[in-house]
């Protein structure tokens, strides 16, 4: 019996139909996969341990194998039990012993020492999109915050300078959606750990259902650094891809994400290197503070310039004991302003060079008693032409939970001296100077800041 083209070509498009809700359903299959979570793994598997020669490493360096373990479908808002764990069979390479107690001498000086538990929970994540800090993260209290902050001007960074076909200016950080926020995330990830590894390669930790390491008498397991997976990628665009696919491990809830970026940042600039980067005054990248872990100052440079500089000065410079001292020594496109009391014993050494003062963007960290904030131009030429220097916006986000939108500051750097005093005068009777303000006078010196109807943040 013959079938007509009109009945064989209905029959095609059923069968087309089929295949397409079988392979949505498959989707799904895999994102409740709890443990398993993934693609199914078709490589073969690496002996733990074992590297991939340098011409495979060549070979797959645009395509980690496999691409996509893990990866959620476009658009998913699901929260997902546990995005920390991969299955082990993933292409990457697992943590030894020795790496893993190398890693803890350089983020503790020991290998004792383990996060606490504002470290644990800390990660990437939003605010809600389409609203007045879509733009920005929510950040917590303790050592995990100024890396957050960090990471948030290199945000800024593609949001405001890098995304083609969008206006500089603060309405295109208030309209961005779910998914830009995620890209915007996995560039920032992605360039800064790019730079980090001197632009040749870049080094991604994921965390696996397997333990790679055990307790000795001098290592102490915490069940988190001992699962590590190490990813190698030779390419920013690929570095950038591959972690947009596993984004749910640095912003998902329980991922700790905030460490397993920091573990990628040190591997990315290898150990190697980061003892070449530091000096006698800083020897390890955490200091115990009340019971908890900050981060030095080398945590900062080395997010900021690629160099894990210990100090904010230009260049090297000579310490009392006749050491030679590391500061920063190229301008990186995020900058850094300080303000506070410091605790260096030779003040000319907490000085902030120009190096970080005027970075290549209009973009801030800033570091005022000892709590990290942002400030941001939407002009970028601020930097580029003194004459734009004369009046200007600033945008300053604190992270701060009550702070709901950025406040709007206007910065005049040539206003007469008697007219700034009388204005002072007017308008600040009795108030101190917002430390605010004293961060932005170490840029410019004799600006004076109006802060359009907003209470200034002390």
Known sequence: MEVSDQEQSSQELDLEAITRKISFLDKWREIFSFHRLGTNNTAPQEPAGSHASAD?????AGEPQPRGQGCLPSGHLCSIPK?????????????????????RQSLFGDTVGVFSHDWKEACFRFHDPFSDLAFALQVGKGGARSIQMAVQGFIIKYLLFARKGKDCNLLSLRTI???????????????????????????????????????????SRDDFTERLQLFELLEQEATERFIYDHLQWFKGEGSQGVILFLYSLIFSRTFERLQKDLDVSTTHLLKLNAGGFLCRQAVLNMILTGRASPNVFNGC?????????????????????????????????SQVGSMLKTPKLPIWLCNINGNCSILISTNRQLLSDWKMERFFDLHFYSGQPWQKKPA???????????????CEDEHRTGRRFSPVEMAIRTKWREATVNWNGTVPFF
Request: glycine share 8%; net charge negative.
């Open 317 to 349: 410079q000579e310490g009392k004991s006749q050491d030679t001292l590391h500061g920063v020594l190229t301008r990186g496109d995020v900058g850094y302003l300080q303000w506070g009391r410091d605790t260096s014993e030779d003040d000319r050494l």
């Open 56 to 60: 495979e490493t060549e070979d797959r």
């Open 408 to 422: 709007r500051l206007t910065i005049d750097t040539h206003s007469h001296h008697w007219e700034r005093v009388r």
């Open 83 to 103: 995005p920390s764990i991969i299955i082990s069979r993933s292409g990457g390479s697992p943590v030894s012993r020795a790496m893993a107690a190398k890693l």
């Open 177 to 219: 959606s779910r998914q830009e926020q995620e890209r915007a995330l996995a560039a920032a990830l992605a360039g800064i750990l790019w730079a980090a590894g001197a632009a040749q390669k870049a080094t991604i930790c994921l965390v696996t259902e397997d333990t790679y390491v055990g307790s000795t008498p001098d290592y």
